[in-house]
């Protein structure tokens, strides 16, 4: 049973099709779902959990989902609420900046009548993001959803991945964020993400790291771009170059990455206990160098979904 859930927004990138941002086209996205679709095209057991409204674009993400043949056992539909939106531009080299149209979203309206309809005895693997964390009913709800993770013994992923421009009060996510640190398994961050919350807690980030080891994670993760990639655990740090490429565009990276360490730490050696992996600097290693080639490949075109790599363009 390795089956894993993609917790949290799913919603429509509108992406530009030309260099000058001038022309967009809906794209469907969302970090967690991005996550979903990353690990079932490498072989994994995606299900997707969260709100859409019932409008166009949800009948077309749910589409997109099940074309990934991504489970939609858990998206719900919110009536009279709307789809969320974002408007991506890119820059001359890939880089991304965001607009987003999510006020009272469907995203934003899922309940803890929603998560005690989970069948959290079928899963492995709990992932989620930071942006249900960012309005208090869809923070409440996410603290559920964990509480039920951990009471099920699945490994519980947090890819931080902060959208400061949908934080109403920005002070809030620093103490949003660690809050979720001691539910947590594996934590990701960027290194403009740990530079941000290390100041929030008048720490150096090497200190506000080892304060997430001593909450109880077991690996953080952090990337940094182009950059050499790390993983800490109480016991060790590696760190691993990333592939050279020439990006077209960044939009999914992060998460392909961590599609692939997820996959990884699930899929291979499956003669050992996850815990004994989490705990191995050797299989750890293995899966950062797995991630890093996600993530890598994730560049080579535009778009969310059909950019995510299979295992095919992995081994390739």
């Given amino acids: 049973m390795k089956k894993l859930?993609?917790?949290?927004?799913?919603?429509?990138?509108?992406?530009?099709?030309?260099?000058?941002?001038?022309?967009?086209?809906?794209?469907?996205g969302g970090a967690p779902a991005n996550v979903a679709v990353g690990y079932?095209?490498?072989?994994?057991?995606?299900?997707?959990?969260?709100?859409?409204?019932?409008?166009?674009?949800?009948?077309?993400?749910?589409?997109?989902?099940?074309?990934?043949?991504?489970?939609?056992?858990?998206?719900?539909?919110?009536?009279?609420?709307q789809t969320a939106l974002v408007i991506v531009s890119l820059d001359e080299v890939g880089e991304r900046s965001f607009n987003?149209?999510?006020?009272?979203?469907?995203?934003?309206?899922?309940?803890?009548?929603?998560?005690?309809?989970?069948?959290?005895?079928?899963?492995?693997t709990f992932h989620f993001c930071s942006n249900t964390l960012t309005h208090d009913s869809i923070n409440t709800t996410t603290l559920s959803a964990l509480q039920a993770a951990n009471t099920h013994n699945i490994l519980v992923s947090f890819d931080v991945?902060?959208?400061?421009s949908l934080w109403s009060d920005t002070a809030d996510i620093a103490d949003r964020v660690f809050a979720c640190y001691r539910f947590c398994d594996v934590v990701k961050l960027s290194h403009d993400e740990l530079t941000f919350l290390a100041k929030q807690a008048s720490i150096s980030p090497l200190e506000y790291t080892q304060s997430l080891l001593d909450e109880g994670?077991?690996?953080?993760?952090?990337?940094?771009?182009?950059?050499?990639?790390?993983?800490?655990?109480?016991?060790?740090?590696?760190?691993?170059?990333?592939?050279?490429?020439?990006?077209?565009?960044?939009?999914?990276?992060?998460d392909a990455f961590i599609a692939g360490v997820?996959?990884?730490?699930?899929?291979?050696?499956?003669?050992?206990?996850l815990t004994e992996k989490l705990n191995s600097s050797h299989y750890v290693k293995e899966a950062l160098n797995f991630g890093l080639k996600c993530g890598s490949k994730a560049c080579l075109a535009k778009g969310a979904f059909p950019a995510l790599p299979d295992r095919v363009a992995i081994l390739d």
């Fill in 40 to 81: 079932q095209k490498l072989g994994g057991d995606a299900y997707f959990c969260g709100g859409m409204g019932n409008d166009h674009f949800a009948s077309q993400l749910r589409r997109s989902l099940e074309h990934y043949q991504v489970n939609t056992e858990y998206l719900f539909t919110i009536e009279e609420a």
């Fill in 100 to 124: 987003f149209y999510r006020h009272n979203t469907a995203d934003l309206l899922v309940t803890k009548a929603h998560i005690d309809r989970i069948n959290w005895s079928a899963l492995s």
């Fill in 262 to 273: 997820l996959y990884h730490l699930n899929h291979t050696h499956t003669e050992l206990e």
């Fill in 5 to 28: 859930l993609s917790f949290g927004e799913l919603l429509i990138d509108m992406l530009p099709v030309d260099n000058d941002n001038s022309a967009y086209a809906p794209i469907p």
């Fill in 217 to 254: 994670v077991t690996l953080v993760f952090l990337t940094d771009g182009a950059n050499p990639a790390k993983v800490y655990h109480q016991t060790f740090v590696i760190e691993q170059a990333a592939p050279f490429i020439k990006p077209v565009d960044t939009t999914c990276a992060g």
């Fill in 161 to 164: 991945n902060l959208r400061y």
